[in-house]
């Protein structure tokens, strides 16, 4: 079993920042760095979405919305992979979630709240 734990949301300002943090542990079989890791978000209504992904070899992909404004990142040492926000609009309030970026996942941790206000 590996967990997921997320930090690093709350309510920020229309044009402000955040940077998220996702830890994977558990396992003792897990090989964080290679696998494809992603960070979704899940809007109120709306369904998950995968947002930004980095792999194995540290390549990174962007959804359309995010892109220029968000930064995944990732710290295999800490087994930690990291999304930084900036400029941030109302549209990005959401439940932030990591895992892997695969049909293959992990159980989904509990996400962290991301509020942009007006």
């Known amino acids: 079993q590996v967990q997921l734990v997320e930090s690093g949301g709350g309510l920020v300002q229309y044009g402000g920042s955040l940077r998220l943090s996702c830890t994977a542990s558990?396992?003792?079989?897990?090989?964080?760095?290679?696998?494809?890791m992603g960070w979704y978000r899940q809007a109120p209504g709306k369904q998950r979405e995968l947002v930004a992904s980095i792999s194995s070899d540290f390549r990174t992909n962007y959804t359309e919305s995010v892109k220029g404004r968000f930064t995944i990142s990732r710290d295999n040492a800490k087994n930690t992979v990291y999304l930084e926000m900036n400029s941030l609009k109302p549209e990005d309030t959401a439940v932030y979630s990591c895992?892997?970026?695969?049909?293959?996942?992990?159980?989904w941790g509990k996400g962290t709240l991301v509020t942009v206000s007006s």
């Open positions: 558990g396992s003792i079989y897990i090989s964080f760095s290679i696998y494809n």
């Open positions: 895992n892997r970026d695969s049909n293959a996942r992990w159980d």
